[in-house]
């Protein structure tokens, strides 16, 4: 949960800065804007010839029908070599546009904002170039060959229109990772088309249900949800984002059912007595260990499986954990020392509540018609 001190002073900031350039929705409008470089960058998104082998893109593990994440709902996605797996689940990443990059809060020593689970990349731009290279991902042996691959794609030539032409690969590489962030920028990623908007735009009325799930996921002695998946306007975009971008350790236990316990051991030395340190691996500290990002809820109905390394299935599942973790029998986190048991684990909601919740998290999925 942010410092709430530091949430005043961020407001205070932006509506000084609101007020100079102009209000956080218009800024935001600019932001999203459709252009050739979106266009261009969706084709490299799509293209399954920028693996090794190919037959693998951007879109093989964050596909717009799962909300940007893994279109076959696995606990981590298979990479372009067959048998090898990563450590940790293909996040939703619709609306990761909004993050901003990792800083610390000098006031509680807490960190936020960074890109993947772990805020290890600092913008969309960094980030894009990392998955091409990576041996558990699209496993890019060296430059050379995958600009040679990019050379012979259909979208080559609109990239050196867009952004003029280069001879260094690096530059290359930061062309492309450009393009990408554009498209990851534009609606297509950020619809805010759910039946959650239309009712914030006044065009439709939530059931009963779906109202009580709402305030318990905001009350802050029930669901107390909205502690961290923010539901009020985002101070810098004026967006409902359903995240406030810090991090936490909830308590999630170990995964049994991870693939990557069983990857070669050239990949993962500890196999099975691997243990995902989350921020800590960025920021080395240990008190940040176990605490990973938290991820907006937008479009989490059409997302499963739930947390960093897919351990549940189910909403339901997630909120009982979330009302029930401390006192009924689960097993225990994979790193115990800095669980959060202040605003989670004994919630005292009922089963009804608990299914409350749950049909308001449906809401907020794009596409509603
Ligand atoms: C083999 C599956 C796979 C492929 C291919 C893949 N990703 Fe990912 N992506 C992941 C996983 C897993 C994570 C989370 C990893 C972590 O947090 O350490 C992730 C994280 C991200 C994030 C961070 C989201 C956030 O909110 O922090 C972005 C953005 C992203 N991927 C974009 C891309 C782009 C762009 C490509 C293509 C260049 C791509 N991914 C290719 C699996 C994949
Ligand atoms: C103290 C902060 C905090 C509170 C309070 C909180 N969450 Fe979370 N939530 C997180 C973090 C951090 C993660 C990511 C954890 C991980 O992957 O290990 C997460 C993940 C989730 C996910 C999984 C999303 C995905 O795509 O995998 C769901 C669903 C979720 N939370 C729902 C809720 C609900 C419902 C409540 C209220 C009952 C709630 N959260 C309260 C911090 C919080």
Known sequence: MRHSKKGMVIVAIATTIGTLISCGKELNEIRIVPSDKAALGREIFFDTNLSNPVGQS???????????????????????????????????????????????????????????????????????????????????????????????????????????EFQEPEKIITTIADA????????????????????LKGNV???????????????????????????????????????????????????????????????????DAFIDFGLSTTVKKEMYKGQFKVPSLRNVAVSAPYFHNGYFQTLEDVVHFYNKRDVENFPKPEIEATVNHREMGNLKLTPQEEKAIVVFLKTLTDGYK
């Open 58 to 164: 951007c879109s093989s593990c964050h596909s717009p029908e799962t909300g940007f994440s893994d279109p076959l709902h696995r606990i981590v996605s298979e990479g372009a070599v067959k048998g090898l797996f990563s450590n940790r689940n293909a996040p939703s990443i619709g609306y990761s546009m909004f993050s901003f990059p990792l800083q610390m809060d000098p006031a509680d020593s807490s960190y936020s904002g960074g890109f993947f689970f772990d805020g290890r990349a600092n913008s969309l731009q960094d980030q894009a170039k990392l998955p091409f290279f990576n041996k558990l991902e699209m496993n890019n042996t060296d430059a050379a060959s995958f600009i040679e691959k990019a050379k012979k794609a259909s979208w080559f030539p609109l990239l050196t229109k867009a952004y003029g």
């Open 180 to 199: 990408i962030s554009v498209f990851e920028r534009s609606a297509t990623l950020n619809q805010f088309s759910s039946k959650f908007d239309a009712h």
């Open 205 to 271: 009325t939530l059931t009963d249900e779906e109202k009580l799930g709402m305030r318990l996921f905001i009350d802050s002695s029930k669901g107390n949800c909205a502690a961290c998946h923010s539901i009020e306007p985002d101070a810098i975009s004026g967006k409902v984002l359903f995240t406030d971008f810090t991090y936490d350790n909830i308590g999630v236990p170990k995964n049994p059912a991870n693939p990557f316990y069983t990857i070669p051991s050239i990949f993962n030395p500890d196999r």
